[in-house]
């Protein structure tokens, strides 16, 4: 008995989850947090799977959820993934997609997506429709802990997996259906108390207040954190992007920048102080959010060795910065658009006018991407991101018996023609150096260091060839690949997940 | 709020509860039914309810707070006031009204138990009707007046030059009564970019032979087209040689060269072509 026990111990010991070294180090045998580490590359070393054999890749196990569409990517750690749905947490067995545990909770609140939960030690962190943070026994899905962060009857939800970082969560908050301030909360990791708070939105006196014309229209908000950032533990800084301003069509009742809307900010975790921030679409009126997933890549630039931070954001524009200072280094449209004028000697791009939505219509082009988590491989130094292209008809809507405007949209847009693509940007500059159109749509990517790009194209998941975009894997699902590949080794063994609307898939090499 | 408006909310909230819950409510034109959000509850109420109450609140309540609850002559905005979105079945809206707030200004306002619940049948309908715009575009009954601010004139003249419509239409012919055919905000949009144009394809595979039909999908693995006979029949793409007839094709073109002026003075001209 006593020697059973030892076992025991040593087992659990040796099975300790998520630890902070683990967080710093590339994953292989497990993906600790949403983007596999923290630099938000969504890049796997491993090479087991390559383009010399990808072509034979099959299926290795499949689990049906049961549910809406899975806009996660999934974490393993020590051989079990975990992976989530609105309201829905599941344990699976890595190897053989058994369940282990599965927790559900029936929640209010906005359900369009939960895009992952996060580990640290033994425990699971995840936010809800209902805008609460709770935290689960990794061995059981039993709950530990629950707490609200914000009111979902105003239009609050959480669906960005959280950020473990030192001793804190950084939790994003979602809400585009309310004129309401978004804001990033630091939260304590051992019982979810508050520690800081970022408003996205200044109050009035504040830096960035002069960007608005007043207190009330100001008090409508915007700037949601609603997709995962990164950090940089040398620096002690965090990088996230903030939502689109509100009333998202209606420029004319908010002039000015609105600050900190459609922003990147560097943000000091130990405070939350804000640090530096840039703007990639100021006084934005076409939904052209932040909200993408920021890369900090350690390379050259202009031959000297330099601390970057690589951004395709959803204003069409591609920004390299150096990421300690915020010093605006390349901003370039990455595709069509006729928004802009050009770029402000921060390096954001100066807004045109005769874009704004009218009662009458704006025709407007842009190139654009959104949540669909990027990658950025450092053998093939390209920075990889899912776009769209396209042209549309933007009308402002005043309320028509008041004749203001009174909803967070303000107007709406037809779009005539759009395609969508994955561009492969050089990440010095920003230039395509490849790109494939009818790829993507709605889903992240995964490179690795077989040389490859995981995504999806006209229905089809497809493996490419990360140095030319050729493809050398695909297959018919039955679905979408709705949230972002991953990978990890077990036991010798190559696999990479993608979720494909409510089932997981998990692919290997034939054993 | 103008019956116009509400067109369009209606047929949104439609499309929301067609695929949140798989039904139809279009068979009772006199339901109204905002749903806020992915899986928050839609709130339904009768077009006369909403009606009702709005006239009551208009008469009752819309000087201080505004026609629409949305603010007005020192009263704060009822769509986002925590009393209202916290609200269980109407009591506390009924207290307020009941009993004022004097701490705030607000005084009692003598109202029946029917007209306090017809105000909070539509404070509550219109929560959710604002909270429910996302995606909001112009319904099809949109104003002409609004989108009618160019020249038709110039329109012509561009429809003629460099626009090259000419090369493909004609106002005598294809066109002629286009604007009879739509509704002014699908004109604007048609004429930029049509939808629901057939593309045809020539398909030869290996061994020579030819198939004709509508393209239904081309992409880098398969070709499908639907045959004279109805079928559709698909190949892979790498097998086949494809050729087809992108009617299309102008209209892209021009998509990159628009001027708003240009969309407004087109659009002006084709509204003459009744």
């Known amino acids: ?511 | 709020m103008s019956r116009r408006l509400f067109c369009a909310t209606i047929v949104l909230a439609a499309g929301v509860a067609l695929s949140l819950r798989a039904q139809q409510d279009s068979a009772n034109p006199n339901l109204l039914r905002f749903c806020p959000g992915l899986g928050i509850p839609c709130v339904e109420i009768t077009r006369q309810a909403y009606d009702r109450g709005h006239e009551q609140f208009r008469q009752s309540c819309g000087f201080c707070h505004g026609p629409t609850a949305a603010g007005g002559n020192g009263g704060p905005n009822l769509i986002f006031s925590a009393v209202i979105r916290r609200d269980n079945q109407g009591a506390d809206i009924t207290k307020v009204i009941q009993e004022g707030r004097p701490d705030k200004g607000m005084p009692v306002i003598p109202l029946t138990p029917t007209q306090i619940a017809d105000i909070v049948g539509y404070l509550k309908a219109r929560v959710a009707e604002v909270d429910k715009t996302s995606g909001l575009r112009p319904s099809r009954d949109y104003d002409l007046k609004k989108l009618l601010t160019g020249n038709a004139e110039l329109g012509k003249a561009y429809f003629n030059g460099p626009g090259q419509c000419a090369t493909c239409h004609s106002p005598t012919g294809d066109l002629k009564g286009i604007a009879t055919r739509y509704p002014p905000i699908e004109l604007q949009a048609r004429l930029m970019y049509p939808t629901g144009v057939r593309q045809d394809a020539t398909v030869t595979d290996a061994a020579g032979k030819q198939f004709t039909g509508e393209l239904v999908q081309q992409d880098a693995f398969d070709v499908t087209i639907r045959t004279a006979d109805g079928m559709q029949r698909s190949w892979p793409s790498r097998t086949v040689k494809v050729e087809t007839t992108d009617r299309l094709a102008k209209h892209r073109e021009l998509l990159s060269k628009y001027t708003n002026a240009d969309v407004h003075n087109l659009f002006a001209y084709l509204v003459t072509l009744q």
Not at chain 1, 278 to 292: E, F, K, V
Not at chain 1, 312 to 326: C, E, H, K, M, V
Not at chain 1, 402 to 410: A, S, W
């Open chain 1, 1 to 511: 008995m006593k020697l059973l026990l030892g076992l025991a111990m040593t087992a659990s010991l040796l099975q300790q989850g998520v630890d902070t070294g683990m967080l710093l180090q590339r994953p292989t045998t497990n993906w600790p947090t949403f983007n596999g580490d923290y630099t938000g590359q969504h890049f796997s070393p491993l090479k087991q799977i390559n383009t010399t054999n990808v072509a034979t890749l099959k299926l290795a196990w499949s689990f049906q959820t049961h549910q809406a569409a899975m806009k996660a990517t999934p974490l393993v750690v020590d051989g079990v993934a975990y992976f989530s749905v609105p309201d829905h947490v599941w344990a699976a067995d890595a190897r053989t997609g058994r369940q282990i545990w599965h927790f559900s909770r029936t929640s209010s609140g906005d359900h369009l997506a939960s895009r992952g939960v996060a580990m640290f030690k033994d425990r699971i962190y995840f936010g809800t429709p209902d805008a609460h943070l709770i935290a689960l026994d990794a061995r059981n899905g039993k709950k530990v802990w629950e707490v609200e962060v914000a009111d979902w009857k105003f239009g609050y939800y959480i669906s960005a997996a959280p950020l473990v970082v030192k001793d804190k969560l950084l939790v994003g908050m979602s809400g585009d259906q309310l004129n309401m301030p978004g804001f990033l909360e630091a939260r304590d990791l051992n019982d979810g108390k508050p520690v800081w708070r970022w408003d996205a939105i200044p109050k009035p006196g504040e830096p960035g207040s002069e960007t608005w014309p007043n207190a009330e229209i100001m008090a409508r908000g915007g700037g949601m954190t609603w997709v995962q950032g990164v950090y940089d533990p040398a620096l002690n800084l965090t990088y996230w992007g903030t939502g689109n301003p509100h009333p998202v069509y209606a420029g004319n009742v908010r002039r000015g920048a609105n600050l900190f809307t459609c922003s990147l900010v560097a943000l000091d975790v130990d405070t939350g102080k804000m640090k530096w921030y840039i703007q990639t679409s100021p006084h934005d009126t076409h939904d052209r959010d932040a909200n993408q997933t920021p890369i900090l890549i350690d390379g050259d630039y202009q031959g000297r060795p330099r601390k970057l931070l690589a951004m395709a954001s959803r204003s069409g524009y591609y920004f390299l910065l150096d990421r300690a200072t915020g010093e605006s280094l390349v901003t370039v449209p990455y595709g069509g658009q006729n928004w802009s004028a050009g770029v402000d000697e921060r390096g954001q791009p100066i807004p045109k006018p005769d874009v704004e939505p009218t009662v009458d219509g704006a025709f407007f082009e842009g190139t654009t991407t959104n949540w669909w988590t990027p990658s950025f491989s450092p053998d093939t130094s390209l920075f990889y991101v899912n776009a769209s292209h396209g042209f549309s008809i933007a009308y402002l809507m005043p309320n028509e018996e008041t004749g203001k405007v009174e909803d967070h949209q303000g107007g709406g847009a037809t779009s005539l023609w759009s395609e969508s693509m994955l561009l492969a940007l050089d990440y010095r500059t920003g230039k395509v150096r490849w790109s494939r159109t009818g790829t993507g749509g709605g889903n992240g990517l995964l490179s690795t260091a077989g040389g490859l790009v995981f995504t999806n194209e006209s229905g089809h998941l497809v493996a490419l060839d990360a140095a030319s975009g050729k493809v050398l894997w695909h297959v018919n699902p039955g679905g979408s690949l709705t949230g972002s590949p991953m990978s990890y080794e077990l036991g010798g063994r190559q696999f990479v997940l993608t979720p494909i609307d409510g089932v997981l898939y998990a692919w290997a090499l034939p054993e």
